[in-house]
């Protein structure tokens, strides 16, 4: 099976490496495809293409569940996100009669026909991602802005016709962060929920939020971010999802690499599992993760609502 570097940005290249990947219970290989990424394709919508839509082991980038309704605030289930905050339809959010890429009765969204900021001039600081380890404690210093330096052309207030489907006036900024994290993370007594804000950091140097907006709804469906996959809360640039361009790393059988750490410690792989295959929350726990052999536990990248984390699996970290 040939396994490919997917990506939603404009262009890039990558090189044909191999990295030791060192996981605290497993050594292997990492391989990165040595193929030019391919163009997405923009269009005066603002559409975009995605490779992981045309993996016929992924789900119908035409109908993705939309997450409104599996949101929960009283215990974890599979599929959804326990959240520490109630919904607030008094939050700010994108305008539902703006929305033509969600069906409100079937419930699905098309990720094919959503709308997205494109690339463009702006060019804010360098992205930083350092981590070191010591004494059981990884420590990771930021200052979330893509190390890549892969982000829209932000302000959308340049957009108009983005603009009056989700009036988000914030322009990312540098902000430095310090997340300190157990090198072994064990799991706790029962899972803990999931706050808005940060839920850990990729290793591209930009934070992850869940899979919620300020409202308690579907923030990947419903609110526009660039083709680069984040967008800003004021200054605060972070992903809702993982990104496909950060899962360009995978083990000698397939699997993905780590694309960053959750706030309990552990690592969040990308897309794909064991033997290459595309994950779905069907392959995975109420907490968004699983327990594969010598890897341990760890959570996964989905194009399925809650996309990242659906709850903490470990003691969350106060960062």
């Known amino acids: 099976m040939t396994i490919y570097a997917v990506t939603i940005s404009c262009t890039d290249t990558s090189s044909s490496t191999n990295i030791d990947f060192t996981n605290e219970n497993e050594s292997r290989v990492l391989v990165t495809d040595n193929e030019q990424y391919q163009s997405v394709t923009h269009n005066s919508n603002f559409t975009i293409t995605s490779r992981l839509c045309e993996d ?14 599996y949101h929960t605030t009283s215990a974890p289930q599979k ?41 463009g001039n702006f060019t804010p600081e360098t992205g930083i991602y350092a981590e070191t380890v010591s004494n059981e404690e990884r420590q990771i210093n930021i200052n979330n802005l893509p190390v890549d330096g892969k982000i829209g052309d932000w302000p959308m207030t340049n957009y108009p016709t983005l603009n009056e489907i989700d009036r988000n006036p914030g322009i990312p900024g540098s902000n430095s962060s310090t997340f300190t994290y157990p090198v072994s993370p064990s799991k706790a007594s029962s899972p803990t929920c999931i706050a808005l804000g940060a839920i850990g950091v990729t290793k591209n140097g930009v934070v992850i939020f869940n899979a919620a907006d300020g409202r308690g709804e579907d923030a990947v469906a419903r609110e526009i971010v660039d083709v680069f996959g984040g967008h800003p809360a004021r200054d605060e640039y972070h992903y809702h999802f993982i990104p496909e361009r950060l899962d360009n790393e995978y083990l000698s059988d397939g699997h993905s690499g780590i694309v960053g750490y959750i706030n309990d410690g552990f690592p969040i792989y990308g897309y794909r599992g064991e033997g290459g295959i595309e994950m779905s929350n069907a392959d995975l726990d109420f907490c968004h993760g699983h327990n594969q052999g010598k890897l341990g536990y760890h959570y996964h990248a989905t194009l399925e609502y809650p996309y990242t984390v659906g709850c903490y699996i470990g003691n969350p970290i106060q960062n």
């Open 56 to 69: 016929e082991q992924g789900p119908d980038c035409s109908k993705l569940r939309l997450g409104d309704d």
């Open 79 to 119: 599929g959804y996100l326990y959240s520490c905050n109630k919904k607030n339809p008094n939050a700010p959010g994108s305008i539902e009669a703006k929305i033509t890429w969600i069906d409100f009765v079937e419930n699905v969204w098309s990720f094919l026909k959503k709308p997205w900021l494109p690339e």
